[in-house]
């Protein structure tokens, strides 16, 4: 939630290409409502479980070249969406800017930790069992969180702890970086509106 003297944290991206046309708008402080449409069934899914667990509300609409494959609609959706996140956070005054989640899914245990630093970078330990779900290469799941630390700025660790089901894999990555941003964009009511940083910046 906004405190009283603080604007709502949302923004909305537009990012047309050859391979892609995405529009969303973002709200941080939202509820956790979706409407997501990217063509691609699965990942629709995890945008969808992002945004109900991050309470992130999320509107958005995407058309690619899947007639070729995915690629290029997976990875542009992680850069919207990172741009949309960079911009709605502001300054990151105020904010609790470290968190982390473990999620257990059945069989499967993933653990995914957030620095709203400011810094982009990517570490990720997944293995996945099978090449696909459905018509969709689960090695782009990887270009996604990639894309999306990179253009909203943070740092982020996926592990995947242990886990044989990949659709369970998977889900328990998204879930995980709901819940650890969840934690991380939160208001610190003992931290008086200050940015958590001792430069005095996250964006600098």
């Avoid at 945004?51 to 995407?62: E, K, N, P, Y």
């Avoid at 740092?155 to 886990?163: P, R």
Wanted: hydrophobic content about 35%; some cysteine; proline content about 3%.
């Amino acid at each position: 939630m906004t405190s009283p003297d603080q604007s709502p944290r949302r923004a909305s991206h537009s990012r047309k290409t050859k391979e892609t046309d995405i529009s969303l708008d973002l709200n941080i402080d939202g509820t956790g409502a979706y409407d997501i449409s990217t063509g691609i069934g699965f990942l629709d899914h995890m945008l969808e479980q992002l945004s109900r667990h991050s309470l992130m509300d999320i509107s958005l609409r995407a058309k690619g070249d899947l007639h070729i494959d995915a690629h290029h609609t997976t990875e542009d959706t992680g850069i919207a969406l990172g741009k949309a996140f960079g911009e709605a956070m502001g300054d990151c005054r105020g904010i609790t800017r470290y968190a982390n989640a473990v999620i257990p899914m059945d069989e499967t245990c993933t653990r995914v930790s957030v620095d709203i630093s400011g810094r982009a970078y990517l570490v990720w330990r997944v293995n996945m069992p099978r090449a696909k779900l459905g018509e969709m290469d689960t090695e782009l799941f990887k270009e996604w969180f990639h894309a999306f630390a990179q253009n909203a700025a943070i740092t982020l660790h996926v592990d995947n702890l242990y886990g044989e089901n990949t659709h369970h894999i998977v889900e328990s990555c998204y879930k995980g970086l709901a819940r650890a941003l969840r934690s991380a964009v939160a208001l610190d009511p003992r931290a008086s509106g200050a940015v958590p940083s001792t430069k005095g910046t996250l964006r600098g």
